[in-house]
C-alpha cells in the first residue's frame, strides 16, 4: 500500500491505491505519498526486510534481538549502545533522547539500557523528565533552590533505576547537568523555529491513535534539532498502523501526515548539511498480510516488510531486493532486520561484530557476527 506496490496483483491483494512515479525513473510510491515520490532520489527503499517475529512490541527494531531470543537480563536499547560506545559529544547533552510517548500498548514503549545499566539508559522527552529539564539555570544558591533542584535530581534518578554506586552517581551528574543547561530545552522548543519551517512539517496531532503513538510532525522537528544539538541517537514512535480493519480510510487520513513530516525531515538532511553525518531509519516492526481480510484490513505479517533510509553518506535513489507477485515474501536480495541496524553502528563508526561487556562482565556481541551492513548502502 505505500513503497512496495502491486498493481498488477488481484484486487484482495492489490488495494485501492494507485502507484506514481517518482523523482527516481522506475520507482513507484503510492499516490498518497506525492511528497516522498518527490525525494525518492533523496532516500532508498528497502522492499525484502526480513528475519522478524510477530511481535507486536518495539523491541527488535531497537535491540537487533526477539523477545524470544532473551537469555540475559535485558538486551540493551541501540541507543544506550551507541551512548556506551561514543559517549556524550557534550557534557550537557545526552547522547541518547527518546521521543516515544507513554503508550497504552505497553510493548511498544521503548526500551532501555538493560544489562549495560543505568547509566546508558536515554533521557526521555516527556512527562515529568522533561518538566525537570525546564529549569534552565541555576542561580543564587539559596536553600529552596538548592532544595528544589534536589528533588528534581533524587526523582531523576528514580526514574534511571540506578543500582550500584557508581550508576548513581554518575545518574546524578548527568541529571545535574542536564538540568543546570538550556540548551536540550531549547533544542526542543519547535517555536523557535520559522513559521514556514513549520508549515512545512506539518503540526499532526498529540493525540494519541488507537494504543499507540500520535501522529505528531512537531516531533521530526524535535529529533532534527536535537542531532544538531549534538545528541547521538533519537528515536520517535510515530503514529498507529495496527489496521486489521478499515486499511484504506486509516490509511487516506493517516499517509498524508506521514508523507508531509517524512518528507520535509529527509529534505532538512540535505539542505542543512547532515547528509553524510545522520542516518535516518523509518520502518515498523512487521509488515501486513498481502490479502485484504473480512473487516477490509491487513493482518500482521512477519515474514516481510519494506523500510525507508536516508542520509548517513549512503547511496540514494536506489530500491534494494524485491518481493514476489503478492508482497508475500522476499524474492530477490532479503535483507536481515539486524542488517539495518548493523548499517546504523557503521555509519556512527561502530562495528556491531565486536563484543561489549554486559554489567557482569561478560563479553557480548553487539549483533551476531552474520549480520553485516547492508552492502548497497556502505557509504561512499
Known amino acids: 500500500d505505500t513503497f512496495d506496490m502491486k498493481p498488477e496483483a488481484p484486487a484482495e491483494v492489490r488495494g485501492e491505491f494507485k502507484p506514481i512515479a517518482t523523482s527516481v525513473p522506475g520507482i513507484e510510491f503510492c499516490e498518497l505519498l506525492p511528497k516522498m515520490a518527490m525525494v525518492a532520489d533523496r532516500c532508498s527503499v528497502i522492499r525484502s526486510v526480513v528475519g522478524q517475529r510477530d511481535e507486536h512490541s518495539s523491541f527488535q527494531n531497537l535491540t537487533g534481538y526477539t523477545m524470544g531470543e532473551v537469555q540475559r537480563d535485558g538486551i540493551p536499547n541501540f541507543g544506550s549502545i551507541v551512548a556506551q560506545e561514543l559517549g556524550p559529544t557534550d557534557p550537557v547533552i ?3 533522547v527518546d521521543l516515544f510517548p507513554s503508550m497504552q500498548h505497553k510493548p511498544y514503549n521503548s526500551t532501555g539500557a538493560g544489562y549495560l545499566g543505568s547509566r546508558y539508559n536515554q533521557v526521555r522527552a516527556d512527562g515529568e523528565d522533561l518538566a525537570a529539564m525546564r529549569l534552565r539555570y541555576v542561580e543564587n544558591p539559596q536553600f529552596s533552590a538548592r532544595m528544589s533542584l534536589l528533588e528534581q535530581l533524587d526523582s531523576y534518578r528514580q526514574r534511571v533505576h540506578a543500582s550500584s554506586f557508581d550508576d548513581m552517581e554518575e545518574s546524578y551528574q548527568r541529571a545535574f547537568d542536564v538540568l543546570t543547561s538550556s540548551r536540550l530545552v531549547e533544542a526542543m522548543d519547535v517555536e523557535r523555529e520559522p513559521r514556514e519551517v513549520l508549515e512545512r512539517y506539518g503540526r499532526g496531532s498529540s493525540k494519541h491513535l488507537g494504543d499507540g503513538a500520535p501522529m505528531w510532525n512537531d516531533q521530526l522537528l524535535i529529533a532534527r534539532r536535537l542531532v544538531e544539538a549534538g ?11 495496527d489496521t486489521h480493519g478499515n486499511n484504506f480510510g486509516h490509511l487516506k487520513q493517516h499517509l498524508p501526515t506521514f508523507d508531509v513530516g517524512i518528507s520535509a525531515l529527509i529534505e532538512d538532511l540535505y539542505t542543512r548539511g547532515l547528509d553524510r553525518d545522520v542516518t535516518l531509519v523509518v520502518w515498523g516492526e512487521f509488515g501486513r498480510t498481502p490479502k485484504i481480510n473480512d473487516k477490509a484490513g491487513r493482518d500482521h505479517w512477519a515474514p516481510v516488510q519494506s523500510a525507508i533510509v536516508a542520509g548517513g553518506g549512503m547511496p540514494t535513489g536506489l530500491v534494494i531486493g524485491s518481493t514476489d507477485k503478492t508482497a508475500a515474501g522476499a524474492a530477490d536480495r532479503p535483507v536481515h532486520y539486524r542488517d539495518v541496524l548493523a548499517t546504523i553502528y557503521h555509519n ?9 561487556r554486559d554489567a557482569t562482565q561478560r563479553p557480548v556481541r553487539i549483533l551476531p557476527d552474520s549480520n553485516r551492513p547492508i552492502r548497497e548502502l556502505l557509504s561512499t
Do not use: Q
Not at 232 to 237: H, K, L, Q, Y
Not at 348 to 356: F, K, Q, T
Open 94 to 96: 545526552p547522547p541518547f
Open 231 to 241: 545528541v547521538r541517537v533519537v528515536t520517535v514512535a510515530y503514529g498507529f498502523w
Open 348 to 356: 556512527l563508526g561502530i562495528d556491531s561484530s565486536v563484543y561489549i
